[in-house]
């Protein structure tokens, strides 16, 4: 896909569920409504990342949260990929697009080592006039990857298959990361729509209906074009 993610998937809240499920390998979800028509694959051994290095999604402890060095770490691996997975282009420059849950981005923004999100945003803003955006809640972009957050991100995969609720899985997208298809049987529009008149025609009823599939792209048995980040997220309480 050629523009960020989110403007391509928001149309709806089922497709926008599906889509993540697909991305970040939730198997966990095995009901074809919430997986656009199509079976949920795991993420390849080569496309994931777990911050600190562990082997699965039930080893992420709470020490294991999410930060920066893992944004340049999926690029990084993106970039080196065989095959290389490609950004897409905005306003003529390479951007990767990457997805985090608000677990997440509550660690990312809330780490104040050297050289973590508060310590870059001090940096760039001290003395400016500009509104610092971590006071407006704008994600913003660090390292060329377009920074946003969906409650869709999903959570974990345990090593034994079961959902693993005290992680997160963000995603790394580069082009063409996940393809979707539409259709209706014969009409001028993917969509067949239906209008009809209700309580001696006073209220006027509307169904769209279409056919809709959804898959993940990978390639000589490799994810395409996405990276899954896996971190320890869980709600913020004191």
């Known amino acids: 896909m050629q523009q960020p993610f989110g403007a ?23 009901d074809l409504r919430y997986a656009g028509n199509n079976a949920i694959i795991a993420p390849s051994s080569s496309r994931v990342l777990r ?11 709470s020490s294991h949260v999410m930060s920066l060095q893992w944004v340049d770490y999926a690029k990084e691996l993106a970039q080196t990929a065989d095959p290389q997975i490609q950004p897409i282009m905005v306003d003529g420059d390479e951007k990767y697009v990457m997805y985090f849950h608000p677990y997440q981005i509550t660690d990312l923004r809330t780490n104040t080592s050297t050289g973590q ?6 940096s760039i803003y001290q003395g400016s006039k500009q509104k610092n955006p971590i006071y407006s809640g704008a994600l913003g972009e660090h390292n060329g990857v377009v920074l946003r957050m969906s409650h869709d991100v999903t959570q974990g995969v345990a090593a034994a298959g079961t959902a693993d609720t005290d992680t997160r899985r963000a995603v790394l997208l580069g082009a063409q990361s996940a393809v979707i298809a539409t259709g209706s049987s014969n009409g001028e529009t993917e969509y067949e729509w239906v209008e009809e008149l209700f309580d001696y025609k006073r209220w006027l009823g509307v169904g769209v209906k279409s056919t809709i599939g959804m898959k993940k792209t990978v390639f000589n048995s490799k994810d395409f074009a996405t990276v899954v980040v896996s971190s320890y997220a869980a709600q913020h309480t004191s």
């Open 8 to 30: 391509v998937l928001g149309v709806t809240t089922q497709e926008r569920t599906f889509s993540f499920n697909h991305v970040c390998g939730n198997t966990v979800q095995t």
């Open 51 to 61: 911050v600190g290095g562990v082997a699965s999604d039930d080893l992420l402890t």
């Open 117 to 122: 999100w508060l310590d870059i945003t001090k």
